[in-house]
């Protein structure tokens, strides 16, 4: 069955850095798009950025463009968001979705916290 | 990019049906058959309920149903049960340099 596992999420100050991770399987990875989505406390979904199969296509939302920056290893089935430069408000749950290819989500991980605060 | 427009909220009593919109542009919802739905209970994971407009994944309920008109998707339930008690957020690709673009999210209720 397919799961995909976040890591990495966690307590960071502002203007700190945080490497998230995303590990599949169930599936063969490197034959999907992938894409970080994310969620404030009590508020509406946002997506982040997305992924090629290849890593050759890398789109990100306005708000994180130039701070973050995804990645994926497709030897280990791994997918990564490198988070710079962390504000207040990039505090939310991130998850992990296998994305199609008429862009929709079809599996999503668990989520992983990210708590931005001083 | 802006979030595509949903209604805040919308309820119905068991058994009834509701709809809910999902407004955007012509750069996305209106240009593309793209719009996919997903529902969220509380402290859950996203769920996909409906993708390509009309489309439903295996496994989910046919009380789910999608469709699109102009710039504007909409998601019916019919035969609305208590479980169907959740957030429900569309999506859509866009031409523009992001390419997701997310709604706002409508909480439904089950009166």
């Known amino acids: 069955q397919v799961q995909l596992v976040e890591s990495g999420g966690g307590l960071v100050k502002p203007g700190g850095s945080l490497r998230l991770s995303c590990a599949a399987s169930?599936?063969?990875?490197?034959?999907?798009?992938m894409s970080w989505i994310r969620q404030a406390p009590g508020k509406g979904l946002e997506w982040v950025s997305y992924?090629?199969?290849?890593?050759?296509?890398?789109y990100y939302a306005d708000s994180v463009k130039g701070r973050f920056t995804i990645s994926r290893d497709n030897a280990k089935s791994s997918l990564y968001l490198q988070m710079n430069s962390l504000r207040t408000e990039d505090t939310a749950a991130y998850y992990c979705?296998?994305?199609?290819?008429?862009?929709?989500?079809?599996?999503w991980g668990q989520g992983i916290p990210v708590t931005v605060s001083s | 990019q802006s979030a595509l427009t949903q209604p805040a909220s919308v309820s119905g009593s068991p058994g009834q049906s509701i709809t809910i919109s999902c407004t955007g542009t012509?750069?996305?919802?209106?240009?593309?058959?793209?719009v996919s739905w997903y529902q969220q209970h509380p402290g859950k994971v996203p769920k996909l309920m409906i993708y390509?407009?009309?489309n439903r994944p295996s496994g989910v309920s046919n009380r789910f149903s999608g469709s699109k008109s102009g710039n504007t998707a909409s998601l019916t339930i019919s035969g609305l049960q208590a479980e169907d008690e959740a957030d429900y957020y569309c999506?859509?690709?866009?031409?523009?340099?992001?390419?997701?673009?997310f709604g706002i999210g409508t909480k439904v209720t089950v009166l």
């Open positions: 979705a296998r994305d199609s290819s008429t862009w929709y989500f079809d599996y």
């Open positions: 169930g599936f063969t990875f490197s034959d999907y798009y």
């Open positions: 992924i090629s199969k290849t890593g050759s296509r890398i």
């Open positions: 012509s750069s996305d919802v209106g240009g593309f058959n793209f």
């Open positions: 390509d407009v009309i």
């Open positions: 999506s859509s690709y866009t031409n523009s340099s992001t390419r997701y673009v």
